[in-house]
């Protein structure tokens, strides 16, 4: 149920650590580049690089020419975005802010050292860090508004692929496509009832005053919202799943907790924080029963046993997912797994669940796993599931005829960056500009900042 997306590179913080260079200090807080009326510091390009490497963000470039016009364009954007009135989700924002600060933390070892480190309190530097992820949200909505209209048709997508040089057509590693059936193991009712019995009694702990609901769900929540109090962040009812938004919606007092609610990821508690119009930003404890070895065995056997079956030719796969199968989202679809990053059927073996990766490795295609148990990463739960390898396609230069769709999102991705560029160039000829001595010799990414 978390949406979120945090901008940090996990792999790179270790090693960024052990050799990262604090910032300068007593820098000079010169004005560096002027946009409009909104002036850049020095200071802020300092900052903005101190970070860029403690999250291991690559710079692409001289830091002291990329990162100033990055903030220029930056300052482009939200000026747009006053003029459309357009507004990121506060607390959305807000648990960002705290995810990367825990990670500066964790990293660094101490809040003192992220002081040390960044030469400012940790309030300021949080202060900082809410402002400029704020403003990130409120670019990508802009740069959402001005490329909503792009649609490929195949002939654009055809065209687009002729004008690609050989050397640029892209090389497509292997790839797999499959089918797979899931069933849920059954949970011991007394597993439920225990479950159901804590959330009533942390609840219970709140409604008296006795403890604070974000500390709860930081000790107790089985969601990846836990680390932020719980706090799913400004959205509509349509972000959620029916079960849930029934009872969260309804919810008006902030001070009382909902009943207990049970979806197809668990058992949930809520507690409004705020409602704006048709948004509301709420907290929530969710718990997830746990399935016992003897109940997972006996839902191996038996898809080991509809395995037999299917193999004998008593029933085809797509029959068995449609009338066996516990995934709501492939059972109407033959059973065919869909990757959820392209929308396409094929995946790179990177990008399947690690446990069926590592049986189609083995596999040829038409072939049927044996029945084995992996963990469904978005429910957090184990399940018992049977897997057939549909086709394998071999690693291959690009093709319109078998990679439309990875074709059809370059070109959509190449027209929208020649849209923002064009947008960018054109808002720098109607702004007053004025770039500080010892910064106009830079090579800049959009023409026409040099006037």
């Known amino acids: 149920m978390d949406l979120r997306k945090i901008w940090l590179l996990p792999a790179a913080f270790a090693a960024l650590c052990m050799v990262a260079a604090p910032i300068k200090k007593n820098v000079v807080d010169e004005v560096a580049w002027i ?13 903005q690089y101190a970070q860029m490497r403690q999250e291991g963000v690559s710079v692409g470039g001289d830091p002291y020419c990329v990162i100033p016009e990055q903030l220029a364009v930056e300052k482009l954007y939200l000026h ?29 070892g101490s809040r003192e050292r992220v002081e040390q480190y960044f030469n400012k309190s940790y309030s300021a530097l949080k202060e900082q860090m809410v402002e400029m992820i704020r403003n990130q949200y409120v670019v990508n909505m802009v740069q959402n508004q001005l490329t909503k209209d792009v649609k490929a048709t195949p002939n654009d997508v055809r065209k687009y692929y002729d004008s690609l040089p050989s050397d640029s ?7 797999v496509e499959a089918q797979i059936i899931k069933i849920n193991p059954v949970i011991p009712q007394q597993e439920i009832e225990d479950v159901k019995a804590r959330l009533r009694d942390y609840a219970d702990r709140v409604n ?3 403890a604070n609901f974000s500390t709860l769900a930081i000790m107790h929540s089985e969601d990846g919202s836990a ?24 919810l008006n007092d902030p001070n009382k907790v909902s009943r207990i609610v049970e979806t197809e990821y668990g058992f ?17 404890i969710l718990l997830t029963p746990k399935v016992n070895e003897k109940d997972l065995e006996q839902a191996r056997v038996r898809l080991d046993s509809l395995r037999k079956e299917i193999l004998a030719d008593k029933y085809s796969f797509e029959e068995a997912a449609l009338y066996v199968s516990q995934d709501k989202d492939t059972k109407n679809n033959k059973g065919v797994m869909v990757n959820p990053q392209t929308g396409s059927s094929r995946f790179e073996m990177s990008q ?28 957090n739960k184990d399940v018992v599931v049977l897997v057939k390898l549909t086709s394998r396609i ?15 999102q370059m070109y959509e991705a190449s027209h929208k960056k020649e849209i923002l560029k064009d947008w960018v160039e054109n808002k720098i000829k109607t702004t007053y500009i004025k770039i500080g001595e010892g910064w106009d010799a830079c090579e800049f990414q959009y023409e026409g900042w040099k006037k």
């Open 35 to 47: 946009v409009g009326d909104e002036p850049i510091f020095r200071s802020e390009i300092e900052e």
């Open 80 to 108: 747009q975005a006053k003029l459309d009135t357009i507004m990121a989700g506060e607390g959305q924002v807000q648990a960002e802010a705290e995810a990367r600060m825990q990670m500066f933390v964790n990293n660094l």
């Open 169 to 175: 057509i892209p090389y497509v590693p292997l790839q």
């Open 208 to 210: 008296r005053g006795e």
């Open 227 to 250: 680390m932020q109090g719980g706090e799913l962040g400004f959205a509509g009812r349509s972000r959620y799943v029916p079960e849930f938004a029934n009872v969260a919606f309804n």
């Open 268 to 284: 949930h508690i809520i507690q409004l924080i705020e409602k704006r119009g048709d948004q509301a930003n709420f907290r929530h």
């Open 352 to 379: 399947l669940p690690p446990e069926v990766a590592r049986r189609i490795e083995m596999m040829q295609p038409g072939e049927l796993s044996e029945a084995f148990v992996m963990k469904d990463a978005t429910k």
């Open 394 to 408: 071999p690693g291959h230069k690009a093709t319109l005829a078998d990679d439309f769709n990875m074709m059809k």
